[in-house]
């Protein structure tokens, strides 16, 4: 049987990276909880998906023969997967290279024109990116550092945290490590 293994972190953090690249190291499925969690718009990311249709929809491809790498925070509506985890691999970045690199996101996927001020889509860049900054000192009212603590304290089996500024390739192999071993 195939590893199964769920990567969690605040966004821009590098889960979503490391996952795709785990994924391919591993020869196995790849899926993001924001393709269950959000549906489909233009733009991205603009109405949440019913619960019982993400779990159902994750559930599916979850329960497949085989091992795959799961992104994303499932808190809060998805600890009925938590005993599918070989390891939990937990990332956090210095606040400061995390929102630049949302910044970067943003420009790269919306355009520079589209979130600067008076473009269509800048007061959705600021709220998104607001948000995203209260992460490390956030509470229990946003998917926070707290949060993914307070989560990652229940769980019975393997958590790896790996944080600071490490490159894609040191974090796959101290991913790779730990699955080895």
């Given at each position: 049987m195939g590893r199964r293994v769920h990567?969690?972190?605040?966004?821009?953090?590098?889960t979503t990276t490391l996952a795709a690249a785990l994924a391919g190291r591993l020869g196995c499925p790849y899926y993001d909880v924001d393709s269950y969690f959000w549906l489909p718009s233009d733009p991205l990311f603009q109405h949440f998906r019913d619960r019982e249709a993400r779990r159902a929809m994750l559930s599916a491809d979850l329960e497949k023969p085989g091992?795959?790498?799961?992104?994303?925070?499932?808190?809060?509506?998805?600890?009925?997967?938590?005993?599918?985890?070989?390891?939990?691999?937990?990332?956090?970045?210095?606040?400061?290279?995390?929102?630049?690199?949302?910044?970067?996101?943003e420009v790269a996927r919306y355009g520079a024109e589209t979130i600067a001020p008076g473009?269509?889509?800048?007061?959705?860049?600021?709220?998104?990116?607001?948000?995203?900054?209260?992460?490390?000192e956030g509470g229990l009212e946003i998917r926070s550092l707290r949060i993914h603590n307070e989560w990652l304290a229940t769980l019975s089996g393997p958590v790896l945290r790996l944080e600071g500024d490490a490159s894609v390739e040191a974090n796959l192999a101290a991913v790779l490590r730990v699955l080895s071993g």
């Open positions: 990567i969690l972190g605040a966004s821009g953090s590098g091992g795959w790498v799961l992104s994303g925070s499932l808190c809060g509506w998805g600890d009925l997967y938590v005993p599918l985890f070989d390891l939990v691999v937990f990332l956090w970045i210095p606040p400061d290279l995390r929102m630049a690199r949302l910044a970067a996101r473009g269509v889509m800048h007061a959705g860049s600021v709220a998104f990116l607001t948000w995203a900054a209260g992460y490390d």
